[in-house]
Protein backbone atom coordinates (compact mmCIF):
# COMPACT_ATOMS: atom_id res chain seq x y z
CA UNK A 1 0.00 0.00 0.00
CA UNK A 2 1.19 3.23 -0.45
CA UNK A 3 2.16 5.63 2.36
CA UNK A 4 -0.68 7.59 2.49
CA UNK A 5 0.03 11.32 2.12
CA UNK A 6 -1.08 13.87 4.70
CA UNK A 7 -4.19 16.15 4.22
CA UNK A 8 -4.60 17.82 7.52
CA UNK A 9 -1.11 18.07 8.54
CA UNK A 10 0.29 18.97 4.51
CA UNK A 11 1.23 22.56 5.72
CA UNK A 12 2.88 21.66 9.13
CA UNK A 13 6.08 22.21 8.99
CA UNK A 14 6.38 24.43 5.86
CA UNK A 15 8.12 28.12 7.00
CA UNK A 16 5.72 30.35 8.53
CA UNK A 17 2.61 27.91 8.20
CA UNK A 18 0.58 29.70 10.06
CA UNK A 19 0.80 32.65 7.44
CA UNK A 20 -1.90 33.25 5.73
CA UNK A 21 -0.11 34.35 2.76
CA UNK A 22 1.54 30.00 3.00
CA UNK A 23 -2.11 28.99 3.42
CA UNK A 24 -3.49 30.88 0.37
CA UNK A 25 -0.41 29.87 -1.72
CA UNK A 26 -1.23 25.78 -0.92
CA UNK A 27 -4.42 26.53 -1.83
CA UNK A 28 -6.32 27.66 1.11
CA UNK A 29 -9.85 29.31 1.08
CA UNK A 30 -10.57 28.37 -2.25
CA UNK A 31 -12.77 25.74 -0.61
CA UNK A 32 -14.52 28.78 0.83
CA UNK A 33 -14.81 31.18 -2.56
CA UNK A 34 -16.06 27.88 -4.21
CA UNK A 35 -18.98 26.94 -1.24
CA UNK A 36 -19.88 30.51 -0.84
CA UNK A 37 -20.27 30.99 -4.63
CA UNK A 38 -21.90 27.58 -5.53
CA UNK A 39 -23.72 25.87 -2.69
CA UNK A 40 -26.78 26.82 -0.37
CA UNK A 41 -26.19 26.59 3.86
CA UNK A 42 -28.54 23.25 3.27
CA UNK A 43 -26.38 21.63 0.55
CA UNK A 44 -22.85 22.39 2.77
CA UNK A 45 -25.37 20.14 5.47
CA UNK A 46 -25.61 17.81 2.97
CA UNK A 47 -22.13 17.55 1.68
CA UNK A 48 -20.83 17.08 5.28
CA UNK A 49 -23.71 14.13 5.91
CA UNK A 50 -23.17 12.75 2.91
CA UNK A 51 -19.14 12.08 3.62
CA UNK A 52 -19.77 9.98 7.17
CA UNK A 53 -17.14 12.93 8.81
CA UNK A 54 -17.76 12.14 12.84
CA UNK A 55 -16.91 14.26 15.24
CA UNK A 56 -13.15 13.84 16.24
CA UNK A 57 -13.31 15.49 19.74
CA UNK A 58 -14.21 12.00 21.55
CA UNK A 59 -17.72 10.97 20.81
CA UNK A 60 -18.24 10.38 17.34
CA UNK A 61 -20.93 11.53 16.63
CA UNK A 62 -21.84 12.26 12.51
CA UNK A 63 -20.91 16.25 11.95
CA UNK A 64 -23.94 16.90 9.14
CA UNK A 65 -26.68 15.11 11.21
CA UNK A 66 -25.67 17.41 14.66
CA UNK A 67 -25.96 20.48 12.21
CA UNK A 68 -29.15 19.31 11.39
CA UNK A 69 -30.51 19.22 14.54
CA UNK A 70 -30.34 22.95 14.92
CA UNK A 71 -34.38 24.17 14.36
CA UNK A 72 -35.67 25.64 11.03
CA UNK A 73 -36.03 28.88 10.37
CA UNK A 74 -34.68 29.80 13.86
CA UNK A 75 -34.73 34.18 14.09
CA UNK A 76 -31.45 33.75 15.49
CA UNK A 77 -28.95 34.62 16.82
CA UNK A 78 -27.23 31.13 15.87
CA UNK A 79 -23.73 30.56 17.82
CA UNK A 80 -20.67 28.46 16.64
CA UNK A 81 -18.46 27.10 19.92
CA UNK A 82 -15.51 25.48 18.73
CA UNK A 83 -14.12 23.41 21.35
CA UNK A 84 -10.34 24.04 21.56
CA UNK A 85 -10.10 22.61 24.96
CA UNK A 86 -8.04 19.71 24.08
CA UNK A 87 -7.30 18.70 27.98
CA UNK A 88 -8.04 14.76 27.44
CA UNK A 89 -4.42 13.28 28.90
CA UNK A 90 -2.06 12.48 26.06
CA UNK A 91 -3.75 14.18 23.47
CA UNK A 92 -2.30 17.22 21.05
CA UNK A 93 -3.24 17.06 18.05
CA UNK A 94 -5.29 20.55 17.92
CA UNK A 95 -2.38 22.00 19.72
CA UNK A 96 -0.49 21.19 16.35
CA UNK A 97 -3.81 22.42 14.27
CA UNK A 98 -4.12 25.54 15.90
CA UNK A 99 -0.32 26.68 16.07
CA UNK A 100 0.79 25.30 13.07
CA UNK A 101 -2.44 25.70 10.81
CA UNK A 102 -4.69 27.67 12.19
CA UNK A 103 -6.07 29.13 8.67
CA UNK A 104 -7.66 25.74 8.31
CA UNK A 105 -9.13 26.03 11.43
CA UNK A 106 -10.54 29.05 10.52
CA UNK A 107 -11.62 28.40 6.64
CA UNK A 108 -13.51 25.18 8.32
CA UNK A 109 -15.29 26.82 11.10
CA UNK A 110 -16.57 29.92 8.29
CA UNK A 111 -17.85 26.65 6.31
CA UNK A 112 -19.42 25.50 9.41
CA UNK A 113 -21.32 28.62 10.42
CA UNK A 114 -22.37 29.07 6.61
CA UNK A 115 -23.86 25.70 6.76
CA UNK A 116 -25.49 26.24 10.14
CA UNK A 117 -26.54 29.96 9.72
CA UNK A 118 -24.40 31.00 12.78
CA UNK A 119 -23.35 34.64 12.85
CA UNK A 120 -20.61 34.47 15.53
CA UNK A 121 -18.22 31.54 16.30
CA UNK A 122 -16.22 31.00 19.73
CA UNK A 123 -12.90 29.20 19.97
CA UNK A 124 -13.16 28.11 23.42
CA UNK A 125 -9.20 27.44 23.98
CA UNK A 126 -7.56 25.74 26.74
CA UNK A 127 -5.20 27.86 28.95
CA UNK A 128 -2.33 25.53 28.32
CA UNK A 129 -1.76 26.77 24.97
CA UNK A 130 -0.57 30.56 24.76
CA UNK A 131 1.06 29.60 21.38
CA UNK A 132 -1.67 28.75 19.23
CA UNK A 133 -3.71 31.99 20.89
CA UNK A 134 -1.01 34.45 19.70
CA UNK A 135 -1.86 32.42 15.95
CA UNK A 136 -5.49 31.54 16.25
CA UNK A 137 -6.04 35.99 17.18
CA UNK A 138 -3.22 36.94 14.38
CA UNK A 139 -4.69 34.80 12.09
CA UNK A 140 -8.29 35.58 12.60
CA UNK A 141 -7.13 39.23 12.21
CA UNK A 142 -5.63 37.88 8.95
CA UNK A 143 -8.42 36.68 8.19
CA UNK A 144 -10.46 39.98 8.38
CA UNK A 145 -8.14 41.72 6.16
CA UNK A 146 -8.88 39.49 3.54
CA UNK A 147 -12.32 40.00 4.20
CA UNK A 148 -13.28 35.94 4.99
CA UNK A 149 -14.57 37.48 8.32
CA UNK A 150 -16.55 40.54 9.09
CA UNK A 151 -19.17 41.76 7.22
CA UNK A 152 -20.76 40.25 3.75
CA UNK A 153 -18.23 38.12 3.54
CA UNK A 154 -16.79 37.73 -0.35
CA UNK A 155 -19.94 39.99 -0.91
CA UNK A 156 -22.58 38.27 0.04
CA UNK A 157 -25.26 38.31 2.51
CA UNK A 158 -23.52 36.19 5.38
CA UNK A 159 -21.15 38.04 7.88
CA UNK A 160 -19.31 35.94 10.29
CA UNK A 161 -17.13 37.13 13.38
CA UNK A 162 -14.81 34.63 15.11
CA UNK A 163 -13.48 35.10 18.64
CA UNK A 164 -10.93 33.64 20.97
CA UNK A 165 -12.03 32.83 24.54
CA UNK A 166 -9.16 31.56 26.87
CA UNK A 167 -9.93 28.84 29.40
CA UNK A 168 -8.46 28.68 32.91
CA UNK A 169 -7.41 25.15 32.85
CA UNK A 170 -10.72 22.84 33.63
CA UNK A 171 -10.74 19.53 32.02
CA UNK A 172 -14.67 19.76 32.35
CA UNK A 173 -14.98 22.74 30.15
CA UNK A 174 -13.82 20.05 27.16
CA UNK A 175 -17.47 18.84 27.87
CA UNK A 176 -20.03 20.90 25.30
CA UNK A 177 -22.52 22.01 27.60
CA UNK A 178 -19.79 22.36 30.52
CA UNK A 179 -18.22 24.64 27.71
CA UNK A 180 -21.11 26.84 27.39
CA UNK A 181 -21.66 26.90 30.95
CA UNK A 182 -17.75 28.62 31.18
CA UNK A 183 -18.08 31.03 28.24
CA UNK A 184 -20.93 32.08 29.65
CA UNK A 185 -19.25 32.64 32.86
CA UNK A 186 -20.35 30.25 35.18
CA UNK A 187 -18.82 27.55 36.86
CA UNK A 188 -18.47 24.63 34.32
CA UNK A 189 -21.15 22.20 34.98
CA UNK A 190 -22.93 20.20 32.43
CA UNK A 191 -26.10 20.75 31.39
CA UNK A 192 -28.89 17.97 32.22
CA UNK A 193 -29.51 17.00 28.32
CA UNK A 194 -32.08 17.27 26.81
CA UNK A 195 -32.27 20.28 25.69
CA UNK A 196 -29.04 19.90 23.54
CA UNK A 197 -27.47 22.94 22.65
CA UNK A 198 -28.57 22.57 19.03
CA UNK A 199 -32.03 23.40 20.51
CA UNK A 200 -30.86 25.85 23.61
CA UNK A 201 -27.47 26.21 23.62
CA UNK A 202 -24.60 29.01 24.50
CA UNK A 203 -26.79 32.23 25.62
CA UNK A 204 -29.31 30.19 25.51
CA UNK A 205 -29.60 30.15 21.41
CA UNK A 206 -29.75 27.23 18.65
CA UNK A 207 -25.82 26.66 19.22
CA UNK A 208 -23.33 23.73 17.34
CA UNK A 209 -20.05 22.83 19.29
CA UNK A 210 -17.55 20.86 17.08
CA UNK A 211 -14.13 20.01 17.94
CA UNK A 212 -10.86 21.29 16.13
CA UNK A 213 -10.00 18.10 13.93
CA UNK A 214 -13.79 17.72 13.06
CA UNK A 215 -14.11 21.35 11.50
CA UNK A 216 -10.59 20.60 9.53
CA UNK A 217 -12.02 17.90 8.37
CA UNK A 218 -15.02 20.57 6.49
CA UNK A 219 -12.50 22.51 4.54
CA UNK A 220 -10.90 19.12 3.24
CA UNK A 221 -14.60 17.84 2.49
CA UNK A 222 -15.54 20.79 0.88
CA UNK A 223 -12.19 21.02 -1.43
CA UNK A 224 -12.11 17.55 -1.92
CA UNK A 225 -15.63 16.39 -2.09
CA UNK A 226 -17.61 13.60 0.23
CA UNK A 227 -16.46 10.83 -2.35
CA UNK A 228 -13.02 11.36 -1.70
CA UNK A 229 -13.24 11.54 2.34
CA UNK A 230 -15.65 8.21 1.83
CA UNK A 231 -12.73 6.74 -0.04
CA UNK A 232 -10.42 6.69 3.29
CA UNK A 233 -10.79 4.63 6.00
CA UNK A 234 -13.29 2.00 7.16
CA UNK A 235 -16.64 1.41 5.57
CA UNK A 236 -19.59 1.20 7.90
CA UNK A 237 -20.55 -2.74 8.58
CA UNK A 238 -23.46 -3.99 6.60
CA UNK A 239 -24.35 -6.46 9.70
CA UNK A 240 -24.33 -3.91 12.03
CA UNK A 241 -27.06 -0.88 11.90
CA UNK A 242 -25.09 1.58 14.75
CA UNK A 243 -22.05 1.34 12.93
CA UNK A 244 -21.94 4.44 11.19
CA UNK A 245 -18.51 3.93 9.51
CA UNK A 246 -15.47 5.17 10.46
CA UNK A 247 -14.13 7.91 7.30
CA UNK A 248 -11.51 10.01 6.69
CA UNK A 249 -7.59 11.18 7.76
CA UNK A 250 -7.25 11.27 11.60
CA UNK A 251 -4.42 12.52 13.60
CA UNK A 252 -3.06 9.83 15.70
CA UNK A 253 -1.23 10.92 19.04
CA UNK A 254 1.61 8.54 20.07
CA UNK A 255 3.13 9.24 23.46
CA UNK A 256 4.75 6.90 26.57
CA UNK A 257 7.41 4.58 26.06
CA UNK A 258 8.39 4.61 21.97
CA UNK A 259 10.97 5.69 20.64
CA UNK A 260 9.17 8.37 18.23
CA UNK A 261 6.35 10.49 19.92
CA UNK A 262 4.67 12.13 18.18
CA UNK A 263 1.52 13.29 16.10
CA UNK A 264 0.59 10.90 12.65
CA UNK A 265 -1.85 11.22 10.41
CA UNK A 266 -3.64 8.24 8.94
CA UNK A 267 -6.54 6.92 7.86
CA UNK A 268 -9.04 6.08 10.34
CA UNK A 269 -8.54 1.97 11.07
CA UNK A 270 -4.72 1.33 11.50
CA UNK A 271 -4.26 -1.07 14.60
CA UNK A 272 -2.62 0.14 17.64
CA UNK A 273 0.25 -2.15 17.37
CA UNK A 274 0.92 -0.84 13.38
CA UNK A 275 0.81 2.58 14.80
CA UNK A 276 3.59 1.96 17.41
CA UNK A 277 5.59 -0.13 15.80
CA UNK A 278 5.38 1.71 11.96
CA UNK A 279 4.90 5.45 13.51
CA UNK A 280 5.83 5.47 17.04
CA UNK A 281 9.35 3.52 16.54
CA UNK A 282 8.51 0.66 18.77
CA UNK A 283 8.70 0.68 22.46
CA UNK A 284 11.43 2.53 23.87
CA UNK A 285 14.67 1.31 25.34
CA UNK A 286 14.46 -2.36 23.63
CA UNK A 287 11.63 -3.09 26.04
CA UNK A 288 8.17 -4.93 25.73
CA UNK A 289 4.78 -3.15 26.15
CA UNK A 290 2.86 -4.28 29.04
CA UNK A 291 -0.64 -2.27 28.05
CA UNK A 292 -1.32 1.13 25.90
CA UNK A 293 -4.51 3.54 26.12
CA UNK A 294 -6.30 3.57 23.03
CA UNK A 295 -7.17 7.06 22.81
CA UNK A 296 -6.89 9.17 25.97
CA UNK A 297 -6.90 7.81 29.37
CA UNK A 298 -10.76 8.11 29.16
CA UNK A 299 -11.02 4.84 26.88
CA UNK A 300 -9.41 2.35 29.56
CA UNK A 301 -6.66 -0.29 28.42
CA UNK A 302 -5.25 -2.70 25.89
CA UNK A 303 -3.25 -4.73 26.76
CA UNK A 304 0.12 -5.81 24.86
CA UNK A 305 -1.64 -8.96 23.51
CA UNK A 306 -5.13 -6.75 22.50
CA UNK A 307 -2.69 -4.24 19.78
CA UNK A 308 -4.31 -6.11 16.75
CA UNK A 309 -7.21 -3.76 17.86
CA UNK A 310 -8.00 -1.48 15.04
CA UNK A 311 -8.17 2.23 16.31
CA UNK A 312 -11.68 3.25 14.48
CA UNK A 313 -14.91 4.25 16.02
CA UNK A 314 -15.97 0.40 16.65
CA UNK A 315 -12.57 -1.32 17.17
CA UNK A 316 -11.95 -0.57 20.36
CA UNK A 317 -15.37 -1.36 21.87
CA UNK A 318 -15.01 -4.86 21.00
CA UNK A 319 -11.54 -5.08 23.01
CA UNK A 320 -13.79 -3.47 26.07
CA UNK A 321 -12.48 0.07 26.06
CA UNK A 322 -14.74 2.81 26.20
CA UNK A 323 -14.32 3.92 22.33
CA UNK A 324 -11.73 5.39 20.16
CA UNK A 325 -12.05 8.52 22.12
CA UNK A 326 -9.63 10.92 20.99
CA UNK A 327 -7.02 8.44 19.13
CA UNK A 328 -4.22 9.22 21.29
CA UNK A 329 -2.19 5.75 22.32
CA UNK A 330 -0.33 6.18 25.17
CA UNK A 331 2.23 3.24 25.77
CA UNK A 332 2.96 1.85 28.97
CA UNK A 333 6.05 -0.42 29.05
CA UNK A 334 6.49 -3.75 30.75
CA UNK A 335 8.53 -1.63 33.78
CA UNK A 336 5.80 0.28 34.80
CA UNK A 337 3.72 -1.64 38.18
CA UNK A 338 0.03 -0.96 36.77
CA UNK A 339 -0.96 0.07 40.43
CA UNK A 340 0.90 3.24 39.83
CA UNK A 341 -0.76 3.70 35.59
CA UNK A 342 -4.13 3.44 37.39
CA UNK A 343 -3.45 5.93 40.26
CA UNK A 344 -2.33 8.25 38.35
CA UNK A 345 -5.05 8.72 35.57
CA UNK A 346 -7.36 8.53 38.72
CA UNK A 347 -5.54 11.23 40.66
CA UNK A 348 -6.52 13.18 37.30
CA UNK A 349 -10.01 12.27 37.51
CA UNK A 350 -10.74 12.81 40.97
CA UNK A 351 -8.80 16.23 40.57
CA UNK A 352 -10.69 16.95 36.93
CA UNK A 353 -14.97 15.84 38.29
CA UNK A 354 -16.55 19.28 38.37
CA UNK A 355 -18.31 18.11 41.34
CA UNK A 356 -21.63 18.42 40.66
CA UNK A 357 -22.52 15.07 40.47
CA UNK A 358 -22.45 13.11 43.83
CA UNK A 359 -21.42 9.77 42.22
CA UNK A 360 -18.62 11.20 40.32
CA UNK A 361 -17.42 13.54 42.69
CA UNK A 362 -17.38 10.68 45.80
CA UNK A 363 -16.87 7.76 43.64
CA UNK A 364 -13.53 9.42 41.89
CA UNK A 365 -11.84 10.31 45.48
CA UNK A 366 -12.79 7.31 46.97
CA UNK A 367 -10.89 5.04 44.33
CA UNK A 368 -8.62 7.51 44.86
CA UNK A 369 -7.82 7.22 48.26
CA UNK A 370 -8.11 3.54 47.55
CA UNK A 371 -5.13 3.47 45.36
CA UNK A 372 -2.89 5.95 47.49
CA UNK A 373 -3.45 3.13 50.24
CA UNK A 374 -2.91 0.11 47.73
CA UNK A 375 0.60 2.38 47.04
CA UNK A 376 1.40 3.02 50.35
CA UNK A 377 1.86 -1.05 50.93
CA UNK A 378 -1.96 -0.88 53.12
CA UNK A 379 -3.71 -2.30 49.96
CA UNK A 380 -6.37 -4.71 50.83
CA UNK A 381 -7.75 -7.81 48.51
CA UNK A 382 -11.03 -6.14 49.14
CA UNK A 383 -10.20 -2.77 47.49
CA UNK A 384 -10.40 -4.11 44.11
CA UNK A 385 -13.55 -5.31 44.33
CA UNK A 386 -14.86 -1.70 45.40
CA UNK A 387 -12.81 -0.01 42.81
CA UNK A 388 -14.51 -2.20 40.47
CA UNK A 389 -18.04 -1.31 42.31
CA UNK A 390 -17.48 2.14 41.92
CA UNK A 391 -16.26 1.87 38.36
CA UNK A 392 -19.49 0.17 37.86
CA UNK A 393 -21.82 2.86 39.11
CA UNK A 394 -20.75 6.23 37.87
CA UNK A 395 -21.46 7.70 34.71
CA UNK A 396 -23.91 7.87 32.01
CA UNK A 397 -23.63 4.56 31.07
CA UNK A 398 -24.69 3.28 34.42
CA UNK A 399 -26.90 6.19 34.50
CA UNK A 400 -26.00 7.88 37.39
CA UNK A 401 -24.22 11.51 36.01
CA UNK A 402 -25.28 14.00 33.76
CA UNK A 403 -21.75 14.00 31.63
CA UNK A 404 -19.64 11.33 30.11
CA UNK A 405 -16.46 12.30 32.46
CA UNK A 406 -17.65 9.46 35.38
CA UNK A 407 -17.17 7.12 32.14
CA UNK A 408 -13.56 8.08 31.34
CA UNK A 409 -12.55 7.92 35.03
CA UNK A 410 -14.36 4.54 35.05
CA UNK A 411 -13.09 3.01 32.37
CA UNK A 412 -9.19 3.00 33.05
CA UNK A 413 -10.45 1.15 37.04
CA UNK A 414 -12.62 -1.05 35.23
CA UNK A 415 -9.98 -2.18 32.16
CA UNK A 416 -7.14 -1.80 34.64
CA UNK A 417 -8.38 -4.43 37.17
CA UNK A 418 -10.26 -6.83 34.91
CA UNK A 419 -7.22 -7.13 32.39
CA UNK A 420 -4.23 -7.20 34.86
CA UNK A 421 -6.30 -8.38 38.37
CA UNK A 422 -3.47 -11.03 38.91
CA UNK A 423 -1.01 -7.90 38.99
CA UNK A 424 -2.99 -5.98 41.43
CA UNK A 425 -3.39 -9.37 44.00
CA UNK A 426 -0.12 -9.80 43.93
CA UNK A 427 1.05 -6.39 44.30
CA UNK A 428 -1.31 -5.88 47.66
CA UNK A 429 -0.25 -9.56 48.79
CA UNK A 430 3.78 -8.45 48.57
CA UNK A 431 3.40 -4.84 49.64
CA UNK A 432 0.76 -5.63 53.17
CA UNK A 433 1.56 -9.16 53.55
CA UNK A 434 -0.14 -8.65 57.24
CA UNK A 435 -3.43 -6.97 56.10
CA UNK A 436 -4.12 -7.43 52.62
CA UNK A 437 -7.07 -9.91 53.91
CA UNK A 438 -8.57 -7.15 56.44
CA UNK A 439 -12.08 -6.19 54.96
CA UNK A 440 -13.14 -3.99 58.41
CA UNK A 441 -14.02 -0.39 57.35
CA UNK A 442 -11.00 2.19 56.65
CA UNK A 443 -11.74 5.53 58.48
CA UNK A 444 -11.34 9.13 56.86
CA UNK A 445 -10.96 10.17 53.01
CA UNK A 446 -8.56 12.31 52.15
CA UNK A 447 -10.10 15.77 51.34
CA UNK A 448 -8.91 16.75 47.83
CA UNK A 449 -9.41 19.50 45.68
CA UNK A 450 -11.80 19.66 42.86
CA UNK A 451 -12.54 21.42 39.73
CA UNK B 1 -13.31 51.01 46.81
CA UNK B 2 -10.49 49.39 48.75
CA UNK B 3 -9.84 50.31 52.51
CA UNK B 4 -7.85 52.91 51.58
CA UNK B 5 -10.27 54.13 48.88
CA UNK B 6 -8.15 53.42 46.31
CA UNK B 7 -9.24 50.59 43.29
CA UNK B 8 -7.31 47.50 42.64
CA UNK B 9 -8.07 47.70 38.76
CA UNK B 10 -6.21 50.42 36.76
CA UNK B 11 -7.79 52.79 33.93
CA UNK B 12 -5.58 50.68 31.48
CA UNK B 13 -7.32 47.25 33.08
CA UNK B 14 -10.69 48.38 32.93
CA UNK B 15 -10.30 48.81 29.28
CA UNK B 16 -8.56 45.98 28.13
CA UNK B 17 -12.23 44.20 30.09
CA UNK B 18 -14.24 46.67 28.91
CA UNK B 19 -13.22 45.79 25.06
CA UNK B 20 -14.40 42.69 25.27
CA UNK B 21 -17.72 43.72 26.02
CA UNK B 22 -18.87 43.87 21.76
CA UNK B 23 -17.95 40.54 21.34
CA UNK B 24 -20.72 39.07 23.94
CA UNK B 25 -24.57 39.25 23.92
CA UNK B 26 -24.00 39.98 28.09
CA UNK B 27 -21.56 41.34 30.53
CA UNK B 28 -21.47 38.06 32.23
CA UNK B 29 -19.41 36.01 29.36
CA UNK B 30 -16.72 38.34 30.33
CA UNK B 31 -16.07 36.92 33.68
CA UNK B 32 -13.45 34.77 32.83
CA UNK B 33 -11.23 37.32 30.43
CA UNK B 34 -11.89 39.34 33.14
CA UNK B 35 -10.10 37.43 35.58
CA UNK B 36 -7.35 36.85 33.23
CA UNK B 37 -7.11 40.10 32.59
CA UNK B 38 -6.45 41.15 36.26
CA UNK B 39 -4.77 38.01 37.05
CA UNK B 40 -1.79 38.88 33.85
CA UNK B 41 -1.34 42.59 35.39
CA UNK B 42 -1.22 41.45 39.59
CA UNK B 43 -0.37 37.82 39.23
CA UNK B 44 -3.54 37.07 41.67
CA UNK B 45 -7.10 38.11 42.07
CA UNK B 46 -7.67 39.64 45.35
CA UNK B 47 -11.38 39.81 46.55
CA UNK B 48 -10.98 43.30 46.15
CA UNK B 49 -10.47 42.70 42.35
CA UNK B 50 -13.52 40.58 42.47
CA UNK B 51 -15.88 43.02 43.98
CA UNK B 52 -14.49 45.84 41.07
CA UNK B 53 -15.30 43.10 38.29
CA UNK B 54 -18.31 42.80 39.54
CA UNK B 55 -18.69 46.31 39.30
CA UNK B 56 -17.68 46.05 35.94
CA UNK B 57 -19.93 43.47 35.13
CA UNK B 58 -23.43 44.20 36.75
CA UNK B 59 -23.05 41.25 38.91
CA UNK B 60 -22.97 40.42 42.45
CA UNK B 61 -19.14 40.13 43.66
CA UNK B 62 -20.54 36.79 45.09
CA UNK B 63 -21.28 35.58 41.14
CA UNK B 64 -17.71 36.18 39.99
CA UNK B 65 -16.13 34.49 43.53
CA UNK B 66 -18.61 31.51 41.98
CA UNK B 67 -16.86 30.94 39.14
CA UNK B 68 -13.46 32.24 40.24
CA UNK B 69 -13.14 29.24 43.21
CA UNK B 70 -14.49 26.90 39.98
CA UNK B 71 -11.57 27.00 38.19
CA UNK B 72 -8.99 26.30 40.98
CA UNK B 73 -6.36 28.82 38.73
CA UNK B 74 -6.16 31.99 40.30
CA UNK B 75 -5.08 32.71 43.55
CA UNK B 76 -6.71 35.06 45.93
CA UNK B 77 -4.31 35.56 48.92
CA UNK B 78 -1.26 36.52 47.70
CA UNK B 79 0.27 36.79 44.14
CA UNK B 80 2.53 33.80 42.14
CA UNK B 81 5.89 34.20 41.56
CA UNK B 82 7.69 36.20 38.89
CA UNK B 83 7.41 32.54 36.92
CA UNK B 84 4.83 30.41 37.22
CA UNK B 85 5.71 26.93 36.40
CA UNK B 86 3.54 24.43 35.43
CA UNK B 87 5.00 20.87 35.85
CA UNK B 88 2.97 18.37 34.39
CA UNK B 89 2.00 15.26 36.63
CA UNK B 90 -0.37 13.55 34.06
CA UNK B 91 0.42 10.25 32.47
CA UNK B 92 2.37 11.17 29.20
CA UNK B 93 4.88 12.81 30.91
CA UNK B 94 5.19 10.52 34.09
CA UNK B 95 5.69 7.67 32.38
CA UNK B 96 9.00 9.66 31.36
CA UNK B 97 9.84 11.32 34.46
CA UNK B 98 7.46 13.82 35.17
CA UNK B 99 6.90 13.11 38.84
CA UNK B 100 10.59 12.72 39.37
CA UNK B 101 11.34 16.16 37.73
CA UNK B 102 8.75 17.18 39.85
CA UNK B 103 10.58 16.18 43.19
CA UNK B 104 13.69 17.54 41.76
CA UNK B 105 12.37 21.27 41.02
CA UNK B 106 10.76 21.45 44.71
CA UNK B 107 13.44 20.06 46.59
CA UNK B 108 15.67 22.15 44.93
CA UNK B 109 14.00 25.37 45.31
CA UNK B 110 12.48 23.98 48.55
CA UNK B 111 9.32 24.61 48.29
CA UNK B 112 6.05 22.28 47.77
CA UNK B 113 3.62 22.03 45.05
CA UNK B 114 1.61 25.41 45.05
CA UNK B 115 4.09 27.18 46.92
CA UNK B 116 6.06 30.35 45.98
CA UNK B 117 9.89 30.94 47.03
CA UNK B 118 10.82 33.34 49.78
CA UNK B 119 12.29 35.52 47.25
CA UNK B 120 9.06 35.76 45.04
CA UNK B 121 11.08 34.60 42.03
CA UNK B 122 9.12 31.25 41.30
CA UNK B 123 5.29 29.18 42.40
CA UNK B 124 5.73 25.56 41.26
CA UNK B 125 2.57 24.58 40.28
CA UNK B 126 1.12 20.58 39.44
CA UNK B 127 -0.30 20.66 36.51
CA UNK B 128 -2.75 18.37 34.64
CA UNK B 129 -1.70 17.19 30.99
CA UNK B 130 -0.33 20.22 29.23
CA UNK B 131 -0.45 18.86 25.62
CA UNK B 132 3.05 18.83 25.02
CA UNK B 133 2.96 14.90 25.47
CA UNK B 134 5.84 14.35 22.42
CA UNK B 135 8.19 16.48 24.14
CA UNK B 136 7.53 14.97 28.14
CA UNK B 137 8.48 15.38 30.54
CA UNK B 138 7.43 19.24 30.52
CA UNK B 139 6.88 22.08 31.84
CA UNK B 140 4.63 25.36 30.83
CA UNK B 141 6.11 28.57 32.16
CA UNK B 142 4.83 32.41 30.86
CA UNK B 143 4.25 31.36 27.61
CA UNK B 144 7.20 28.54 26.85
CA UNK B 145 6.82 24.99 26.79
CA UNK B 146 10.27 23.89 28.32
CA UNK B 147 10.94 20.38 26.54
CA UNK B 148 11.94 16.93 27.16
CA UNK B 149 13.20 17.71 30.99
CA UNK B 150 15.62 16.14 32.70
CA UNK B 151 16.97 16.90 36.58
CA UNK B 152 19.83 19.12 34.73
CA UNK B 153 17.98 21.06 32.42
CA UNK B 154 15.57 21.55 35.30
CA UNK B 155 18.56 23.46 37.22
CA UNK B 156 19.45 25.44 34.79
CA UNK B 157 15.86 26.54 34.45
CA UNK B 158 15.66 27.23 38.20
CA UNK B 159 19.06 29.47 37.80
CA UNK B 160 17.29 31.42 35.22
CA UNK B 161 14.37 31.77 36.59
CA UNK B 162 16.68 33.43 39.76
CA UNK B 163 15.75 30.56 42.25
CA UNK B 164 19.02 29.78 44.60
CA UNK B 165 18.84 26.48 44.72
CA UNK B 166 19.55 23.69 47.53
CA UNK B 167 21.33 21.02 45.58
Known sequence: MAEFQPVLLANVGKPDSHRIAVYEAAGGYSAL????????????????????????????????????????????????????????????????????????????????????RASTAYIYLRYEYPTALKRLESAIQEAYAKGYLGKNILGLDFSLDIYVHRGAAAYICGEETGLIESLEGKRAWPRIKPPFPAVEGLFRKPTVVNNVETLCCVTHIAARGADWFKSIGVPA????????????????????????????????????????????????????????????????????????????????????????????????????????????????????????????????????????????????????????????????????????????AAWPMKNAIRKFRGEFEEYIKRTNPRGHMETDAVPALQVIGVH | MSENGKSILTPAMIAEIEAYFPRYPNKRAVTLPALHVVNNHLHYVPLQAVVEIAGLLGLHPAEVQDTLTFYQFFAQDAPHGETQAWVCRSIACALRGGEDVMAHMCHQAGIEPGQTTPNGKLTIEAAECLGACEFAPCILAGETVHKDLTNEKADALLTQWGVATHG
Not at chain 1, 390 to 408: E, V
Open chain 1, 33 to 116: KKALKEMSPEQVVELVKSSGLRGRGGAGFPCGLKWSFLPKNHPGPVYMCVNADESEPATFNNRILMEEDPHQLIEGTILGCYAT
Open chain 1, 237 to 408: DPNNPRDAGSYGPKLYCISGHVNKPGCYELPLGISCGELIDRHGGGVWKGRKAKAAVPGGISMGLLTAAEFDCPLDFVGPGRYGCLGLGTAAVTVVDETVPIVDFLHNTTRFMAHESCGQCTPCREGTAWALSMLNRIKAGKGRLRDLDLILEIGDNIGIIPGTTICGLADG
